[in-house]
């Protein structure tokens, strides 16, 4: 059996406010290529499908109409996607009558029965070869939420809940296991030991309980198809547990990361092999700098002009780092002017100022907003309102609210 692994699309996902459309679109097309090349049994799609959990028009529709189009071309394929942390597991689960028909199976939240039992009978999903047999079940585990695992019936500790939920998939997996039948994992999770982008990967759970143990996954489990970390790397150094990373960069922390997807080979229940399938980069993230201004000026003279005949679209995206000693008023006038005619797409200006003081940096540091995720504004706001640091337990109250928020923003 072979199996592709992709994860954190992010579709809608704007860089400095510059929309990506473009770039997901040509991933797609390039994707649909691969499938109709390999002919993989199945596509994985570990989670984060969309940047935000209402996600622009757009995004939906390049979701739907790749669904629609990897099915007309290859009927008998079997994909299943699950929602990340960016997701609405609630919009991911909204159309999965209608896509069971596209052999699509869409999971965004888990289930309860009475009494702490899992529903794991929906989370189990068959994997059939080209002639229709049942090679592998795939467990299926959407991102979990704090709600989702914790209750009167559950407890109150969030790692002991995901374990739960493991432990009872898994076993309900081997009990409906047959034979030479594969199981494979797809989990949108933070694994311990993974190394995490700079500053593109939300945080999952404020506190110490986010990255999770890779012995979570029993060594029953062929695979292991993650989600969320944007960088490809493997669990533990396990060839069997492995991120696919994301399919274009994110940010430009991400500027040197490969991307991938993952092609699986299976026999029966033994793992043959893990192939990455390089993804071309359709546009571009260029660094200049950091370099005084009159240095940086002329590096930016230097840059190739527009050829009239390229696509506009497929124009760099620039990052322009600047060394100065005090403000410049016009600083971005000049740098925009520098890059009249020239074949880039400026989206974000850095000014670091040497020679000040160390000490007034720190007292008066400026940072972007938008470099602030919510848990860094409240810190802030702590401290300065109460004078120290934050403490744990404030950080774990805020840390529900903040969940409670987005499952209510989420609902559809």
Known sequence: MR?????????????????????????????????????????????????????????????????????????????????????????????????????????????????????????????????????????????????????????????????????????????????????????HAHMAGGAVSEDSERSLIIGNAEALPARLFDKAISYVALGHLHKPQRVNREQRIRYSGSPIPLSFAEINYPHQVLEIELDGAELVSVEPRPIPRAVALQRIGPAPLGELLQQLADLPVVDLLDDPNRQSWLEVRVHLDE????????????????????????????????????????VELSQLTPQDLFSRAWEQAYGNPVDEQALADFAQLLQDVQLEEAQP
């Not at 925009?336 to 160390?358: F, M, N």
């Open 327 to 366: 403000p410049q008023p016009d600083l971005r006038q000049q740098i925009e002017s520098a890059l009249q005619g020239k074949a880039v797409r400026l989206v974000r200006i850095s000014a670091e100022y040497a020679g000040r003081d160390r000490q007034d940096e720190d007292e008066h540091p400026f």
């Open 3 to 187: 199996l592709f692994h992709t994860s954190d699309w992010h579709l809608g996902q704007s860089l400095h406010g510059q929309e990506r459309d473009f770039e997901h679109a040509c991933f797609l097309d390039w994707l649909l290529g691969q499938l109709r090349l390999r002919q993989p049994d199945a596509l994985l799609i570990a989670g984060d499908i969309f940047d935000t959990v209402n996600p622009p028009v757009k995004a939906q529709e390049r979701l739907y109409d790749f669904i629609v189009q990897a099915h007309e071309q290859q009927p008998k394929l079997d994909i299943v996607m699950i929602a990340g942390n960016h997701d609405s597991g609630s919009r991911i689960e909204l159309p999965a009558a209608l896509m069971r028909r596209l052999r699509t199976h869409a999971l965004g939240r888990v289930h309860w029965l009475d009494e702490g039992q899992l529903d794991a009978e929906r989370l189990l999903i068959p994997l059939t070869n080209a002639r229709g047999k049942v090679c592998a079940w795939c467990l299926a585990l959407p991102f979990l939420r704090p709600a989702e695992v914790t209750g009167p019936q559950l407890g109150d500790d969030y790692l002991q809940g995901i374990t739960q939920v493991h432990q009872q998939l898994i076993a309900a997996a081997q009990a409906k296991r047959k034979k030479d039948q594969a199981l494979v994992a797809i989990s």
